[in-house]
């Protein structure tokens, strides 16, 4: 049975960056994680240490949450700012903060995203989902979604969008108040990497997105 890592090594894993994973630390810190399977070391120069999902599990649980059946309200998609953690807008929020200093914390997530796809995509693209959205569907989609300017929806209002989980493993629902706007969120999605389709509720005749990360 693998033994669990050390404080030190734990400190190292919970200070790492919040978007991309990143670790800071000696070499001999770095190469104990990924003897452990928990951090890798990027091919690439600079050769940076990123977590492996098997490390970003360990994190704390305000940094670790990932969506499931019934994703948190929050969405949880891991990026810190004056000493909180960023949650990126899955639409049901509860009077959720706006103004210019959020705008620049998603936009600051979302240009951190791209350098990890950057940095982890093997090819190196942009325009394509990396393993860390595969692994947090919710929140990087809503992310894409908050980041172009979209709306989420508050509180149990209809005003905006909301994303959540659904039964597949690799796809989200996405829903919004009008074919209008859910239309541009599938545009949104579309040119963020994700194959998107619009599907029709069977019982309430709604319309909504399934979206899933393009794989190429």
């Known amino acids: 049975m693998t033994r669990p890592p050390t404080a030190a090594q734990r400190r190292l894993i919970d200070s790492a960056d919040p978007v991309t994973g990143r670790l800071r630390g000696t070499p001999a810190q770095l190469a104990a994680l990924v003897g452990r399977g928990l951090a890798f070391r990027h091919p690439r120069p ?21 969506e499931g059946a019934n994703p948190p309200g929050a ?5 810190h ?9 899955i639409g049901g929020e509860e009077r959720p903060e706006g103004g210019p200093a959020r705008a620049r914390e998603v936009h600051s997530a979302w240009q951190g995203l791209l350098e990890l796809r950057r940095m982890t ?17 919710v929140q990087a989609a809503a992310l894409a979604l908050e980041a172009a300017g979209h709306r989420p929806a508050e509180g149990d209002g209809e005003d905006g969008y909301r994303v959540r989980a659904t039964p597949q493993p690799d796809a989200v629902a996405v ?12 545009a949104t999605l579309e040119g963020a990497g994700w ?13 909504y997105l399934l979206a899933s990360p393009r794989r190429a």
């Open 195 to 207: 194959q998107v389709g619009e599907h029709t509720e069977p019982r309430t005749r709604a319309r």
């Open 121 to 137: 995509n093997p090819d190196g693209v942009v325009d394509r989902p990396c393993a860390w959205e595969r692994g947090h569907l």
């Open 46 to 66: 600079p050769h940076d240490h990123f977590l492996t999902p098997a490390g970003h599990r360990l994190r704390t649980p305000e940094q670790a949450e990932t």
């Open 81 to 89: 700012g004056a000493g909180r953690v960023f949650a990126a807008r």
């Open 175 to 186: 829903r919004a108040p009008d074919g209008a706007r859910l239309r541009a969120c599938a």
């Open 75 to 79: 969405g949880q998609a891991e990026a």
